[in-house]
């Protein structure tokens, strides 16, 4: 169900990984079809070590996308890891057929 995934616009590697992250990165992940809005919030995690990091959600593309944006700048030189789990439901309730992980590592704060 999940057709791409990008950060800032760019792929990730062969390893689900984005290196080089700014620290107010914008996630899109689409989806072959529409979601069930009311099922991304409690499946989605994104996570720096044992720490939940809050995000905002939009969608766009008849809620086939989803834009994923945490509530506040990331730490520099930091580890993230975005799972979407299979709790996300398309809308018309097909479930996802595994977990999905990426992995950002945030750039060094110039300021």
């Known amino acids: 169900m999940i ?6 616009g760019q792929f990730a590697d ?5 290196f080089q992250v700014n620290l107010n ?17 409690s499946n989605i995690s994104f996570i720096s070590g044992n720490n939940v990091v809050p995000v905002t959600y939009g969608y ?7 834009i994923i944006k945490a509530s ?11 799972s979407i789990l299979t ?10 057929k595994s977990i999905t992980r990426i992995n950002l590592i945030t750039q060094i704060d110039s300021t």
């Open 3 to 8: 057709s791409s995934i990008r950060v800032n």
């Open 14 to 18: 062969k390893s689900d990984n984005f």
């Open 25 to 41: 990165p914008s996630i899109e992940i689409s989806f072959s079809v529409p979601l069930n809005i009311s099922s991304v919030p």
């Open 60 to 66: 766009s593309n008849n809620d086939s996308t989803l």
């Open 72 to 82: 506040s700048p990331l730490t520099s030189l930091n580890n993230y890891a975005l």
């Open 87 to 96: 709790g996300v439901k398309s809308n018309r309730d097909s479930s996802l």
